[in-house]
């Protein structure tokens, strides 16, 4: 979640605790529940009472890909590198797709990772890449 056009105004909170060295995730105060794609309405109860939590960043490996191939000319140099879905124990039902580290290679579901979230650069956003844990 790096894309720097990405200017949608409910990804605010997001940018801003990973700025502040945390994950958060939108959760209904309504019901308890987390949800991914932020939303100011509740996507399980419709419920428009909606706070940022931050989560540990312990998370647990979904599904991963190896990119071999760039598709612009950014990312050349980049190449290979994994994206990957991540889930949290904290948040049920959270999704996020992310990249995981380069130092590492063998993969496999369910494997804990942890997150270290990096600075941004000028005119950038913070990222998260998470590795084995």
């Known amino acids: 979640m790096t894309d720097e056009t990405n200017d949608e105004p409910e990804f605010t909170p997001f940018w801003e605790?990973?700025?502040?060295?945390?994950?958060?995730?939108?959760?209904?105060?309504?019901c308890g529940r987390?949800?991914?794609?932020?939303?100011a309405l509740c996507p399980w109860c419709q419920s428009t009472r909606i706070e940022w939590?931050?989560?540990t960043g312990a998370a647990e490996l979904y599904s991963w890909t190896v990119v071999r191939h760039a598709f612009t000319a950014e990312y050349q140099d980049?190449?290979?590198?994994?994206v990957a879905l991540v889930e949290f124990p904290?948040?049920?039902?959270?999704?996020?797709?992310?990249?995981?580290?380069?130092?590492?290679?063998?993969w496999r579901g369910g494997m804990a990772l942890k997150p270290t979230i990096e600075a941004?650069?000028?005119?950038?956003?913070?990222?998260?890449?998470?590795?084995?844990?």
């Open 90 to 106: 904290d948040a049920p039902g959270v999704r996020l797709l992310t990249n995981l580290s380069p130092d590492d290679t063998t």
């Open 78 to 82: 980049k190449i290979p590198y994994t």
């Open 17 to 30: 605790h990973l700025g502040r060295g945390e994950i958060a995730f939108p959760r209904c105060l309504d």
């Open 53 to 55: 939590t931050p989560v």
């Open 120 to 133: 941004a650069d000028e005119g950038k956003r913070p990222k998260v890449v998470f590795s084995a844990a």
């Open 34 to 39: 987390h949800h991914w794609y932020p939303k």
